[in-house]
Structure formats: C-alpha cells, structure tokens
C-alpha cells in the first residue's frame, strides 16, 4: 500500500515583532505500511499486521530577504531494510556564508539536537513537550463562502454521523 503526496507549495509566516517574513517550502507526505520479503518474494502486510503511518520526504528550505538567514532541511524517508522513521536534518547559514553555524538531526516529531559551529551540542527542540495550542478559527457566518471549514462544512457533517453517501454528494 503507497500513496504519496507531492507538494509544489511555499508559505510565508511573518514574525511581527521584527517585521520579517520567512518563505518557507514544504516537504512532501508518502503513505505507507511495511512490505515483508520471504526469500526473493515480497508481500504488502495487510494493515491487521502492521499499522500504516504518514511520512513526510524531501528538501525543503526557509528563508528571510530581511536578515539574510536560511535553512537548508531534508526529511528522510525510512529505507526499506533498517533505518527510522521520521528522520530529519537541517543546515542554518549565516548571511552570505556557505558554511553552517548550526546542524541540526533528530526526529521531526520528537527530540531534535543541534550541533554549533563552537563545538556545543544541545538540545534544539523536543516536540514531545511542546504545549498543543487549540487552532483559532473564525465562526462559519464570519467566513466567506470559500474558506475551508465554510467550504467543507456539509462533508464534515456528515462523516461525523457516519453518512459517507451523503459526505461523498456534499463533495460535488
């Protein structure tokens, strides 16, 4: 079982205490579940098996014109044989400098840790930790007839009560 999901996205997130704008692109997202191989066959485990997870692959980059910093980031697919899942590493330059001041690896959903051009280690993030923060979204009459949950609000409804005929015409 595979899908995969390219992306051709970029972001902008703007920190307004410092009126900069970071651009930012996006990695792409693969659906998967493990394959087993007996001998020189190989089987796609069924799901009672074996627990499908989401993994996200590829380069992305983050960038500020005001500052001149960038990012260099790869999400790591899991090989076939061995290695993790969720493997992350990153690169952050300095204006005009080729070298990185900060390496980052670790897990995108768990610890990262941070290597400096001085030599020190630490811990860059721990996403375990991080506080879950409830999404602020305006009340569907606030929201204009092509706003997502506005948009989506009938398909919604109607896979909360189970009814996929219904949320499947609410799609056309």
């Not at 997202?29 to 989401?54: D, E, H, K, M």
């Not at 076939?80 to 005009?96: D, L, M, Q, V």
């Not at 990262?112 to 630490?122: F, I, L, Q, V």
Request: net charge positive; glycine share 6%.
């Amino acid at each position: 079982f595979k899908i995969d999901f390219y992306f051709s996205l970029t972001g902008c997130v703007t920190c307004l205490d410092h009126d900069e704008h970071y651009i930012l692109t996006f990695p792409n997202g693969y659906g998967r579940q493990v394959n087993a191989q007996i001998g020189i066959f190989i089987f796609n485990t069924l799901s009672i098996l074996t627990v499908p997870w989401i993994e996200l692959g590829g380069e992305c980059s983050i960038s500020c014109s005001k500052t001149g910093y960038n990012a260099s980031i790869v999400f790591h697919t899991k090989p076939f044989y061995g290695g993790k899942k969720h493997r992350i590493t990153a690169e952050i330059f300095s204006p005009n400098d080729k070298k990185p001041f900060c390496s980052i690896e670790g897990e995108w959903n768990g610890v990262m840790y941070a290597k400096y051009s001085t030599g020190e280690n630490a811990v860059f993030i721990d996403t375990k930790k991080m506080p879950t923060i409830k999404k602020k979204v305006r009340k569907l009459e606030d929201q204009d007839d092509f706003e997502s949950r506005c948009l989506w609000k009938d398909v919604t409804y109607n896979l909360k009560i189970r009814d996929i005929d219904a949320a499947t015409a609410a799609k056309h």
